[in-house]
């Protein structure tokens, strides 16, 4: 009965825009630490970003820092990820994950791929 389910993932071309989506329910949403992780062919899974409960705490990961803003909605149960100046790089499967305090009972999308390309 958990759902999260990724939204918003395209083909977009290089220095473009794109704002994922990440639709939760089943569970306390607004309880729980959100992150959005992605991962490409051949690399390791990389943390993109987290956003805390109540207090809004943010943190971002090395290679997209200052070009992505993660947010919630805790009345819609929608997690957010805002992206800009794109590059190839940031191609790869993104996936929204909620938080729990034992990890091996995260709750994990099914992700969305987003393709950087001309």
């Known amino acids: 009965q958990v759902q999260l389910v990724e939204s918003g993932g395209a083909l977009v071309q290089p220095g473009g825009s794109l704002t994922l989506s990440c639709k939760a329910s089943?569970?306390?949403?607004?309880?729980?630490?959100m992150v959005w992780y992605r991962q490409a062919p051949g690399k390791e899974r990389e943390l993109v970003a987290s956003?805390?409960?109540?207090?809004?705490?943010?943190y971002y990961g090395g290679s997209m820092k200052g070009r992505v803003s993660i947010s919630r909605d805790d009345v819609e149960s929608t997690l957010f990820l805002a992206m800009n100046s794109l590059n190839p790089d940031d191609s790869a499967l993104y996936f929204c994950?909620?938080?729990?305090?034992?990890?091996?009972?995260?709750?994990w999308g099914s992700g969305t791929q987003v393709t950087v390309s001309s």
């Open positions: 994950v909620a938080i729990r305090v034992c990890r091996s009972m995260d709750f």
């Open positions: 089943g569970f306390a949403f607004s309880q729980h630490s």
């Open positions: 956003i805390s409960p109540s207090a809004d705490a943010t």
